[in-house]
């Protein structure tokens, strides 16, 4: 059964079954794809931003989600335990209806999850997407932040 979760900044769609999860913040927002151990968070962060600041400000968006993903990596590791990420693709560009920047990595921890980041900057918000799915071998699992990515609606500016 399709999955559609609208918000009045996204709307998350998917072919795929999702379970909410609670948050401590009504800015953020999470969801567990059992098929396959994929979980993705959203937050909406209201900024103004000016448009002459969208590259800055992006650029420092992708830096500072870089830290705190490896951070809380971190915090979860076993003691001893260090933490190695791979990164596969990362971007800092203008979004496509020239309303803010888009802002995206994507990689692996490896032998741990596959990951992804899309974050977008707009003169009046910023939100993020995270994307992250246990290590597996099973159909799609690689390929899930993608298309996440690819069926998210963004409200922009």
């Known amino acids: 059964m399709p999955f559609d979760w609208p918000h009045p900044e996204f709307r998350f769609r998917s072919l795929r079954s999702w379970e909410q999860r609670p ?5 953020r927002f999470e969801f ?4 396959t151990t994929t979980t993705v968070k ?7 931003v000016p448009k002459e600041k969208f590259e800055r400000i ?10 705190a993903h490896l ?25 496509s209806t020239g309303s803010g920047y888009e802002v995206c990595f994507e990689g692996m921890q490896p032998g741990k999850s596959f990951f992804g980041y899309l974050g977008f900057v707009s003169t009046r918000k910023i939100l993020n997407m995270m ?20 069926s998210l609606d963004i409200a922009l500016p």
């Open 71 to 95: 951070q809380a990596l971190q915090r979860a590791a076993k003691a001893g335990e260090t933490v190695e990420l791979v990164y596969d693709f990362e971007s800092v560009r203008p979004h």
């Open 23 to 27: 948050t401590d913040d009504d800015r």
């Open 131 to 150: 994307v992250e799915t246990r290590y597996s071998f099973a159909p799609g699992c690689r390929g899930m932040f993608r298309e996440i990515a690819s």
């Open 58 to 67: 992006a650029n420092g968006v992708l830096e500072l989600r870089k830290k």
């Open 32 to 35: 567990f794809c059992p098929q």
């Open 42 to 48: 959203f937050s909406v962060d209201p900024y103004q």
